[in-house]
């Protein structure tokens, strides 16, 4: 007989692979070790805190602004890096060891898998935040801080640790040790400066109304904006995660470019009712970038369970097929799609009046294209598309870079050599760097390149295409 | 090939490409229900792709493959619950124990807390792992291993096992274990499909062998078939009472069976292709000749010197 204490510690509602994960990751060694040397680490602090409060020279104000800059300094570590850097290794384990198989084969979807997987860390890592409750009442009652602000900065830690964990979890399927690694040191390079200035701006604008030379937007403006764009942009990284690690049968695009109308919908909504004040579109934008990346990433690959429904359907299938069948092939074409619907709202909202706007969204829909198109043309068969996709984008901004500082040294207007390349445009137009009188040439070049991108990887998509077709036709008792 | 009354497993014409590789080529064979069947191959050969491509963890290229009648592409949900799949490598889980191991997938299989209960007793009685329950999986023996992992894919009680080299890098005890759960199985009216390098095993274990070489299927009948199939030659050992001189003019003069050996107390002989009507008729031929035959045995083939044989034999591809 098995004893009972062993069955009965997860009740049956809770996700079996959250159950699994929770009863793997509470004894890891990193839980434990993070959990107690956070313990360690308020302790010093909320020690520090008190040290100086108790204090009476002129230092003082300086020495606080020290304690409470690293008692944050010291929350952050293993909220924003120690625990997100767990959901690198969540799926990646899994494939390298084959277990992911043996759990799809059971009734458990890929998407429960990755959100079982993400649940658990964010579990632990609320673990970790309330554990730090009581430092934070401490410093309230013995440091004199305002405690609204201390909770709302460690609900923000939170939610940036929630949607950092996502992104992980959404690499953790990938092979490439580069590709991961490239993506920790942007995506913490840009998670932290993304903080600090989310984290400063809402501080100012409860203590005096609104910073100083920022947009009109109000601390519940940028909540309901949350509220909207982080669930959504966290249930795409974990659709992206599970698309990774689904059976071929299994079309993941169609839900991921749901995800992607949705953020347009959305961004039109708030930007046109005036609750994102202009700024939701922007976020849109951004957050689309993975989402179009990773979709004219997807390998032209035929499936054919996947493709016989389409086929099924008669014309009205064929051509959904064109946009939300998996593949780059209709990723093209809904990529397209969407950002010529995101410049349609771009253009309602008045973005569009300016050269510089006009820059920026052609060199945009560049910057996402190009790249493919180059690599369709070069490594048609490449493995590791994303990897090379990065690498690409990475050798545009060098380049851009390099330029703008030859050409800052030299005072001398290199930068119209530039114009072709979207992402340099695109990087020039967000800094103001493209002189008024180039912006003309900038705009045609850019058009030029982007159309040049989508007419070709048009053109390369009707040979997968004619492929898929035959594959069919050679199969007439898949033939729906 | 066989021809099947109540096929559980049918393979048509499968095939799986990797890019220009064909890993599969034109795969027909049928499993009939309750029977132990051994797929035979060399690395390589496609074994691991066409039973991936059963339990849907691949999709075919072309082709079909139906378990119980269900198509593996339109039904997957179906196959996955008919068909219980143990790969030849089986990771592990840090710091999860035996019982919780297998709770976990009692879970993912839908299971709710007194069902599961019961079914994970059963199991870990089946396999014996109750004593093993709060062992840290991470920590067990390779034959524990495997039995952890048989355990798992029976967690669900499916009809068809599929079963990937189980027996590859077990010691002779943990071995002769596993072949007896197969047994044991297979008691139960599971269907077992089951790949492995050691033939001879197999061919103990088995009612049915399947030999796919290079993506093709080769040979698919009865151990016994493959031991005495057609074309291949039989080896009698004969022993005689006193002097075996007779025995060998006796063979001389035989023109359809030649002497392969010679010994002290009689000979191996070698005829072509023998029923057991054509052995009979053979040692009476000898006794009615006044042969003093005290022993007359048939020594079976090696399933390995059959599949060798039987690989020669094979005409290669087309271009």
């Not at chain 1, 903080?195 to 910073?211: D, P, Q, R």
């Not at chain 1, 708030?270 to 390998?299: R, S």
């Not at chain 1, 898929?468 to 008792?477: G, I, T, V």
């Not at chain 2, 590859?168 to 009216?189: C, Q, S, T, W, Y």
Request: charged share 15%.
């Amino acid at each position: 007989m098995i004893s009972s204490a062993t069955h009965s510690d997860f009740a049956d509602w809770i996700s079996p692979v959250l159950v699994k994960e929770l009863r793997q990751g509470l004894r890891s060694k990193l839980f434990m070790s993070a959990f107690f040397i956070t313990q360690l680490l308020m302790i010093a602090s909320v020690l520090m805190n008190l040290a100086i409060a108790s204090a009476m020279d002129s230092t003082v104000g300086e020495a606080k602004g020290f304690t409470d800059g690293l008692f944050w300094f010291l929350i952050s570590l293993p909220l924003v890096l120690g625990m997100p850097m767990r959901g690198f290794t969540a799926i990646h384990s899994e494939i390298k060891d084959r277990t992911i198989e043996l759990v799809l084969l059971s009734h458990l979807s890929s998407w429960r898998i990755a959100l079982g997987k993400w649940t658990a860390l964010i579990i632990q890592t609320l673990l970790l935040v309330c554990s730090v409750l009581p430092y934070v009442l401490l410093r309230y009652y013995l440091g004199g801080v305002n405690i609204l602000a201390d909770l709302q900065s460690l609900g923000l830690l939170f939610i940036f640790s929630c949607a950092l964990t996502a992104i992980t979890v959404a690499m953790s399927p990938y092979e490439s040790k580069i590709l991961r690694s490239l993506f920790v040191i942007l995506l913490f390079i840009g998670a932290w400066f993304l903080l600090g200035s989310v984290m400063v701006w809402l501080t100012f604008s409860s203590v005096y109304g609104s910073l100083p030379g920022s947009s009109r937007l109000q601390p519940w403006q940028v909540y309901i904006m949350m509220a909207v764009f982080v669930p959504a942009f966290i249930i795409l990284c974990l659709e992206m995660a599970a698309s990774r690690i689904a059976p071929a049968a299994e079309n993941h695009s169609l839900r991921k470019r749901l995800l992607g109308v949705f953020l347009v919908g959305a961004a039109a909504i708030l930007d046109l009712t005036g609750i994102g004040n202009k700024n939701a579109i922007i976020v849109a934008a951004i957050l689309l970038i993975p989402l179009l990346i990773d979709a004219l990433a997807e390998p032209a690959a035929f499936s054919l369970p996947v493709w016989k429904r389409f086929f099924a359907r008669g014309l009205p299938g064929r051509l959904a097929a064109w946009v939300i069948a998996p593949g780059w092939v209709s990723a093209t074409v809904f990529s397209v799609a969407l950002i010529a619907a995101l410049g349609a709202i771009a253009a309602w909202l008045g973005f569009l009046g300016s050269m510089q706007g006009k820059i920026m969204l052609v060199s945009y829909a560049g910057t996402l294209l190009l790249p493919a198109a180059i690599l369709r043309l070069a490594l048609p068969g490449a493995k590791n598309f994303l990897g090379f996709y990065i690498a690409l984008q990475f050798f545009f901004i060098l380049i851009t870079l390099l330029v703008s500082i030859i050409t800052q040294s030299l005072n001398e207007p290199f930068t119209s050599w530039l114009a072709p390349l979207p992402m340099s445009a695109l990087l020039l137009s967000l800094f103001n760097n493209v002189p008024g009188s180039g912006q003309p040439t900038f705009l045609l070049l850019n058009s030029v390149a982007t159309g040049a991108s989508v007419a070709f990887l048009a053109l390369r998509s009707l040979m997968p295409w004619r492929d898929f077709s035959a594959n069919l036709r050679q199969h007439p008792a898949h033939n729906g | 090939m066989l021809c099947m009354a109540d096929p559980i497993i049918e393979v048509e014409r499968l095939e799986r490409d990797f890019g220009n590789v064909k890993a599969v080529k034109d795969v027909t064979f049928s499993i009939e229900r309750g029977t132990v069947a051994g797929f035979i191959g060399a690395n390589g050969a496609g074994k691991t792709t066409t039973m991936r491509m059963m339990v849907t963890l691949e999709t075919p290229t072309a082709g079909a493959i139906r378990i119980g009648g269900d198509d593996v592409i339109d039904k997957p949900a179906e196959i996955r619950r008919r068909v219980g799949w143990m790969p030849d490598h089986f990771g592990t889980y840090d710091n999860v124990t035996v019982y919780e191991y297998l709770d976990f997938f009692g879970r993912a299989f839908g299971y709710r807390r007194e069902e599961r209960l019961r079914r994970l007793e059963e199991v870990m009685e089946f396999t014996d792992l109750t004593p093993l329950a709060d062992r840290a999986m991470n920590s067990l023996s390779k034959g524990m291993n495997q039995r952890l992992c048989l355990g798992r894919t029976l967690i669900h009680d499916p009809e068809v096992l599929v079963l990937d080299e189980p027996a590859a890098g077990l010691d002779p005890k943990a071995r002769i274990e596993f072949k007896n759960l197969v047994r044991l199985l297979a008691e139960r009216g599971k269907t077992i499909f089951i790949s492995s390098h050691i033939l001879s095993e197999l061919g103990e274990m088995c009612d049915q062998l399947v030999f796919i070489d290079d993506g093709r299927i080769v040979h698919h009948g009865t151990t016994e078939s493959l031991t005495r199939q057609s074309g291949s030659e039989t080896l009698i050992e004969v022993r005689v009472a006193g002097d075996p001189e007779p025995l060998y003019q006796w063979l001389a003069a035989a023109t359809t069976i030649t002497l392969a050996d010679r010994h002290k107390d009689g000979a191996r002989l070698r005829v072509g292709d023998l029923s057991d009507e054509d052995a009979a008729a053979l040692l009476r031929r000898m006794i009615l000749d006044g042969i003093a035959v005290q022993g007359f045995t048939r020594i079976e083939r090696r399933l390995e010197d059959a599949f060798v044989d039987m690989l020669r034999m094979t005409p290669p591809p087309l271009p």
